[in-house]
């Protein structure tokens, strides 16, 4: 691949590859969509569907034992004069503090047993920013300059979760990389639910150094990684940058929107059935 791409051998590429992608990648989107928002490395909780994954998360961190701030009262009851009117309210002291500490009880055997859901940051997102809510996550990528397994287990857990965890559409969710062995890219691209497609950097290239490849083999066309290559490419699977540009292309401009947040004309929508 480097070869059809004319880079000379020996050349050295930027220290951190994929940090130096995500950063163009981002630049390149902002110039041609600067009403979105195009970021790298930020929460899903910072998005409309799945802003809900903070609550829990913000409440289990300030959360604190309400028994013990009633300690303050019992000194003062016991500073009242009246021996009956001190009783009663030391029942009524005791009282309550068996009730908020049975609270306390019920709250620290939430907090151990709820399930700390939690997504990584996602690599380069793209929110339709919305005035006065969080914006809505309308592309979410992960980039992977090349694949490991573990990598691209990262990429599939993250998709799943993004599905199951979403409280509203779901975001595009696909992988981008410059990965060049069709068996690697077969485990993202090849029939996963967990993502919509992988988007390679320079499809072209790969096209034309998969078919040297092959042309150079004994299998020629028969050559099982150019077969598999072949099947992602067709299934749709597998895209070209380009194709990610036209579907960040798609998203709606904020300013188009005419309509928010329930505010719908029912006249026009009953004129119309």
């Not at 009633?70 to 009282?95: E, N, T, W």
């Amino acid at each position: 691949m480097l070869d059809a791409l004319d880079i000379p051998m020996g050349q050295l590429g930027a220290t951190d590859a994929g940090s130096a992608v995500e950063a163009a990648v981002e630049q390149h989107l902002k110039t041609l969509r600067p009403d979105l928002e195009i970021a790298r490395s930020r929460a899903s909780a910072e998005f409309s569907q799945y802003r809900h994954l903070a609550v829990f998360k913000a409440f289990s961190r300030n959360v604190s034992p309400l028994s013990s701030t009633l300690m303050p009262m019992r000194a003062l009851i016991a500073q009242v004069p009246d021996d009956g009117l001190r009783s009663r309210l030391a029942r009524a002291m005791q009282a309550a503090t068996d009730q908020l500490r049975t609270r306390d009880d019920a709250l620290e055997a939430l907090l151990n047993q709820m399930p700390e859901e939690s997504l990584l940051k996602i690599d380069l997102t793209v929110g339709e920013p919305d005035p006065g809510l969080p914006p809505r996550l309308c592309v979410a990528l992960s980039s992977k300059w090349t694949l490991r397994t573990d990598r691209a287990q990262d990429c599939l857990s993250q998709g799943a979760k993004l599905v199951s965890l979403r409280r509203g559409p779901m975001p595009h969710y696909a992988v981008i990389t410059m990965e060049s062995r069709p068996h690697m890219l077969k485990i993202l691209a090849d029939g996963s639910g967990s993502l919509d497609c992988v988007y390679h950097l320079h499809l072209p290239a790969l096209i034309e150094a998969i078919e040297r490849t092959g042309r150079a083999s004994k299998a020629g066309d028969d050559w099982l990684p150019a077969r598999t290559f072949r099947r992602l490419l067709n299934q749709g699977r597998l895209r070209d940058y380009d194709d990610l540009v036209t579907e960040v292309q798609r998203i709606p401009s904020a300013g188009a929107r005419t309509v928010h947040h329930g505010q719908t004309d029912q006249g026009e929508l009953f004129d119309g059935l």
